[in-house]
């Protein structure tokens, strides 16, 4: 040995000293991690670290596999709570009992997995029979310590195989309320919502709902996850008549309480009041949505009113500057985060009316039959894409209760062990087409997913796409008519340009904001094109193309693109009578490791 050794160091030696030439020195042989030597373990230390080989010959030689040790734990147990795959297995072979009790809070191989977050060991144990219904020394069963302790896709597991979401331990407790109050991250709270969990059990010592314990933990994440997801009530009295509303409004000033809690908490207070009836109609939903529609017309008119005014020019800057002031404070005390996101909606609507008034009312009389059949010809082809656009279905991936569980069981159960994010969604519980999203403002996972458009008050996505760019293009001619239009009546009756603000202060004010609208809606229409048609991507792709591994590998370049003709043939649904050939599956994988199908 010691020869053989001092052989291969000399030789190598050699080899270095006779290496003097040109070019890289040769590679050293990778170095050879030794084994462990676990020979000297017993079989608990050997199942605990995962030395298979020494359990097997343990095992064949004799040993119980249901032998408890001195702490009356099973070999089971340790395996799996050290998420020891192949020891389960072997174990499970030899006959080992799968809901052995044993230890302190006699508990069962499955409550130490679910306990340790151990998905692989959990769905080992639940395929051999273990009992995830068995109930520890403390009453918990299996669902209650993986919802304690925020094992979320153990949570998953569990109740995609039967487990009860709402099922309470022996003091009351659901996984629900164990989540609010042990959990401060967004799941499993919203999970156990999804699939099915209740918000208005209570437990039994104190009579507390899952938003109590939220508030009494001060758990910021789970309080509005329920009030704002979950559509918990505030008005349900614990044992000592305090109500979770009670308990937020003594912490109303609060920094964990977070601003729309806040706005719900006031809402809901305000709501069953009579004295202050502005406070009231503040809080009021129908008033403040019908507020958000209307602020646009009425902003657009007087602002249209003041610049007509016979006042100097000074004058009328100043009373534009107190009457948006007065606009942003009503914004602020009006409008939550909900009705700010359908307000540009809202200010689209009010200046197409507004165009189509002032087309009537000054430029109808002065332009030809035909320019105006023509604006009312543009003008129809942008509802019918506005239309679309707003109310059609964008794709939204939408999946059964049992189609969503059966996800859960595959993924758990499959290969990979385990969920892959880019793939499955946990808000909605689906699996994900590869250019698919989840859209937060709209909390829904939409197939090919572009963006949130503010402007049409929805996702624009694979159903819809082709609508949204016709919705920009017939917007764009709109309002080129509008200002051609406008140009012509401002023409007729003023004569030079330097005339129109004061002879038509309001056609100039419409033209203004045709010009605005035209610059930026023709700017977003070139940019849809460029990236649908000549790049073949959309744009949260282009925006997060360095997250996504298909990206990756090509340089941030498109592994969807098919050229140009094709790329439009897709987007507007259009094969060419059969000329061209269907688009490939966006979800299928496999296909994106093969060039010969995007060219």
């Not at 052989?7 to 290496?19: E, I, N, P, R, T």
């Not at 064949?60 to 249901?66: I, R, Y």
């Not at 597991?157 to 959990?183: I, Q």
């Not at 048609?533 to 941030?556: A, D, I, W």
Request: hydrophobic letters at 45%; one cysteine or more; charged letters at 20%.
């Amino acid at each position: 040995m010691y020869d053989s050794t001092c052989g291969a160091a000399a030789s190598g030696q050699c080899g270095k000293a006779q290496h003097d030439g040109d070019g890289p020195p040769p590679r050293e042989p990778p170095h050879v991690p030794l084994e462990r030597d676990y020979s000297g373990f017993d079989i608990v230390k050997a199942t605990q670290y995962g030395a298979f080989l020494r359990v097997k010959e343990l095992v064949e030689a004799g040993w119980d596999v249901n032998q408890p040790d001195s702490e009356t734990v099973t070999l089971l147990h340790w395996a799996a709570i050290n998420n020891r795959r192949e020891i389960i297995q072997y174990l499970l072979s030899k006959g080992a009992v799968v809901d052995a009790v044993g230890g302190e809070l006699q508990s069962t191989p499955l409550h130490w997995a679910t306990r340790q977050g151990h998905l692989e060991a959990t769905v080992l144990l639940v395929r051999a029979g273990a009992d995830p219904m068995v109930r520890d020394a403390e009453g918990c069963a299996c669902l209650h310590l993986a919802a304690q302790f925020g094992h979320t896709a153990v949570v998953a597991y569990l109740v995609a195989r039967g487990v009860l979401a709402d099922e309470p331990d022996a003091g009351g407790m659901t996984p629900l309320m164990w989540s609010c109050w042990k959990v401060s991250s967004v799941d499993p709270t919203r999970l156990l919502l999804t699939l099915g969990a209740s918000t208005q059990p209570t437990d039994r010592s104190h009579g507390n709902t899952a938003l109590h314990w939220a508030i009494l933990a001060r758990n910021a994440t789970a309080i509005s996850t329920l009030i704002l997801y979950g559509n918990a009530s505030l008005d349900v009295p614990n044992l000592r008549s305090v109500t979770p509303l009670a308990m937020l409004q003594s912490n109303a000033d609060s920094l964990w309480i977070g601003s729309k809690v806040s706005e719900k908490i006031k809402e809901h207070a305000l709501s069953s009041t009579r004295r202050n009836i502005w406070r009231r109609l503040t809080y009021d939903k129908k008033f403040r949505w019908w507020c958000v529609v209307v602020m646009p017309f009425i902003a657009f008119y007087l602002t249209g009113l003041i610049l007509e005014m016979e006042a100097i020019y000074i004058l009328k800057l100043f009373l534009l500057l107190c009457f948006y002031a007065l606009l942003h404070f009503l914004s602020n005390v009006l409008f939550d985060d909900d009705l700010k996101n359908i307000f540009p909606l809202s200010v689209y609507l009010a200046t197409k009316v507004w165009f189509y008034i002032t087309w009537a009312v000054y430029v109808g009389g002065v332009v030809s039959s035909a320019v105006s059949l023509a604006f009312v010809a543009s003008s129809g082809a942008l509802w019918y894409t506005f239309l679309r656009s707003w109310r059609s279905d964008p794709g939204v991936i939408t999946a059964s209760k049992d189609d969503k569980f059966r996800t859960i069981i595959e993924l758990s159960e499959s290969s990979r062990g385990g969920f892959e994010p880019g793939r499955f969604c946990s808000a909605c519980l689906v699996r994900r087409p590869l250019r698919s999203k989840h859209c937060s403002v709209c909390n829904r996972c939409v197939a090919r997913f572009d963006h949130h458009c503010p402007w049409v008050g929805n996702c624009i996505g694979a159903k819809n796409h082709r609508y949204f760019v016709g919705f920009l293009a017939s917007l764009v001619v709109m309002c080129a008519w509008m200002l051609w239009g406008g140009a012509r009546a401002l023409e007729e009756s003023c004569g030079g340009a330097l005339r129109w603000p004061q002879c038509n202060a309001w056609l100039v004010w419409v033209m203004l904001n045709a010009t605005f609208h035209l610059f930026w809606v023709a700017v977003l229409l070139c940019c849809q094109i460029y990236l649908v048609v000549c790049l073949g991507m959309t744009t949260n792709e282009q925006l997060n193309r360095g997250r996504y591994r298909h990206f990756q590998e090509r340089g941030g370049r498109s592994p969807f693109t098919r050229g140009p003709l094709r790329n439009a043939a897709e987007l507007f649904q259009c094969r060419l009578w059969g000329l061209l050939p269907p688009p490939p599956a966006d979800d299928n994988e496999p296909m994106l490791r093969d060039d010969r199908h995007y060219v």
